[in-house]
Structures are given as structure tokens and as C-alpha cells.
């Protein structure tokens, strides 16, 4: 019996043991060290993981307010875009009714002069004869001078129609006085 006490009280001990081991580790003060830092980690990626997300909802507001922002700004550009696309309409149609009239005008010159230049062959020949006895003569000649010329190429021709072509004709040929005598030349093109 007394072996078995004794066994049982070995046994009772290492049962306190086993209870002493137990309580032991919660009073050791490098595991409660170890467990407190570990604690800390916890609570500092916590309190990380709070700045980040106070972090996320100030740029969150941020790109709110910037948004707000933007979006005032697109309206006020889109207003200056009506206002200048208006401006340029009213431009472009009051050009096109300035363009317009000018091609009327310009049409009824054509049609004027088209109508009062009407020449014949036998004008327009006499033209370019005139024109390259002029040309010749760069100080200028007289009327008779030039029909007594035209009259060796056309004998039909009087001096009368010369004299109708020359003044008619002032874009071509330049009348000029000089020492009382009235002379004719080519007009300078250059």
C-alpha cells in the first residue's frame, strides 16, 4: 500500500507538476515579454492599417473635392465653347453674305466689261498690230504714224477705227502730250 501511495503520490506530484508547468509559463517574464511584443505588433498594424484607411478617405475626399473641380471647370470651358462657336457662326455667315455680294459684283463687272469688249477678228488683229508698232516706238508716236502703218498691212482700214481702238483700248495704250503734238505708246506692264 505504502508503494502504492507512494506510487500515487509521485503521481499526485507530478500531477502538481504538470499544474505547477502550466502556471508557470503565464508568470515566466520572457514569455509574457515575447507575448507583449507580439501584442504590440498586433496593435501598431492595427493602428497602421486605421491610417491607412483615414489615409484612403482623405484622398478619397480629396478626389472628390478635385472631381467637383474638374468637372465646374469642363462646364465653364464648355460655355466658352458655345459662346465662341456662336461668335464664329455669326462671322462665318455674315463673311459668306460679304463673299457672296462681292461675286455679284464682281459678275456684274464681268458681264459690263464681257459686254463692252466685245471685239471682232479683225479687231483684235488690228490690236496686236497696233500693239507691236507701239512697241517699237517706246517713246511714243503719233495717231498718223500708226494708221499710216496699219494701212500697209490692211488697206480697208481708216484712221478713225485706229483712233476708236486707242482710246477705247487705254489699259493697252497711253496717250501723252508732248511739245504740243499728242502721242501714243504701250502701256508698261512691269
Not at 482623405?58 to 473641380?69: H, M, V
Not at 464682281?106 to 490690236?127: A, C, M, P, R, V
Not at 498690230?129 to 496699219?150: D, K, M, N, Q, R
Amino acid at each position: 500500500d505504502e508503494d502504492e501511495m507512494i506510487g500515487g503520490d509521485e503521481m499526485d506530484l507530478s500531477d502538481d507538476e504538470s499544474n505547477l508547468k502550466k502556471t508557470k509559463p503565464k508568470t515566466d517574464p520572457i514569455q509574457l515579454q515575447d507575448e507583449n511584443d507580439h501584442l504590440k505588433c498586433e496593435l501598431e498594424a492595427y493602428k497602421n492599417e486605421i491610417g491607412m484607411m483615414k489615409a484612403s478617405l482623405q484622398t478619397s475626399d480629396q478626389k472628390d473635392i478635385q472631381i467637383n473641380y474638374l468637372q465646374q471647370q469642363l462646364l465653364s470651358t464648355r460655355q466658352e465653347l458655345n459662346v465662341l462657336t456662336e461668335k464664329c457662326s455669326d462671322v462665318q455667315k455674315s463673311n459668306s453674305s460679304s463673299i457672296d455680294n462681292q461675286l455679284i459684283l464682281s459678275n456684274k463687272k464681268q458681264e459690263t466689261n464681257n459686254g463692252s469688249n466685245h471685239f471682232s477678228d479683225h479687231q483684235i488683229k488690228l490690236l496686236g498690230h497696233i500693239a507691236i508698232y507701239l512697241s517699237i516706238h517706246p517713246f511714243g508716236t503719233s495717231v498718223e504714224s500708226v494708221v499710216s502703218y496699219i494701212k500697209n498691212i490692211d488697206k480697208n482700214v481708216t484712221s478713225q477705227q485706229i483712233e476708236n481702238l486707242l482710246v477705247t483700248n487705254q489699259i493697252l495704250f497711253e496717250n501723252f502730250q508732248n511739245d504740243d503734238t499728242s502721242l501714243w505708246k504701250l502701256v508698261n506692264f512691269s
